[in-house]
């Protein structure tokens, strides 16, 4: 499965948990690959990352950048690898969900 596969794969998957959603552009999308709308109307900045290793700061940088963008109130990073210990520290201080490996399988 490609990276883009794995991005329609993760936004079918929050389809059916009863999210509204829009997939971003495949370039150009300011950080984030899918918009989430949950019941109550809050909108997710979601960038999906389809790694073997560990996902670090940079991914959670973007997408608190493409949660201003697209006027977030949340965000996330979702990705099939882990995060580096950096990635979950600043996460942590900007509010930014992460859901590793591990967290897939609620997802799915």
């Given at each position: 499965m490609?990276?883009?596969?794995?991005e329609?794969?993760?936004?079918?998957?929050?389809?059916?948990?009863?999210?509204n959603l829009k997939i971003t552009k495949a370039t150009g999308d300011q950080g984030a690959d899918i918009i989430l709308e949950d019941k109550?109307?809050?909108?997710i900045a979601v960038q999906i990352k389809k790694y073997v290793g560990s996902v670090g700061n940079k991914a959670v940088q973007e997408?608190?950048?493409?949660?201003?963008?697209?006027?977030?109130?949340?965000?996330?990073?979702?990705?099939?690898?882990t995060f580096t210990k950096s990635a979950f520290e600043l996460a942590s201080k900007?509010?930014?969900?992460?859901?590793d490996k591990k967290g897939l399988d609620d997802l799915i």
């Open positions: 490609s990276g883009l596969e794995f329609k794969f993760i936004a079918s998957c929050f389809k059916k948990k009863g999210y109550k109307g809050v909108l997408v608190v950048a493409s949660m201003k963008f697209y006027d977030c109130d949340k965000a996330m990073v979702i990705t099939t690898g900007n509010g930014v969900q992460l859901i």
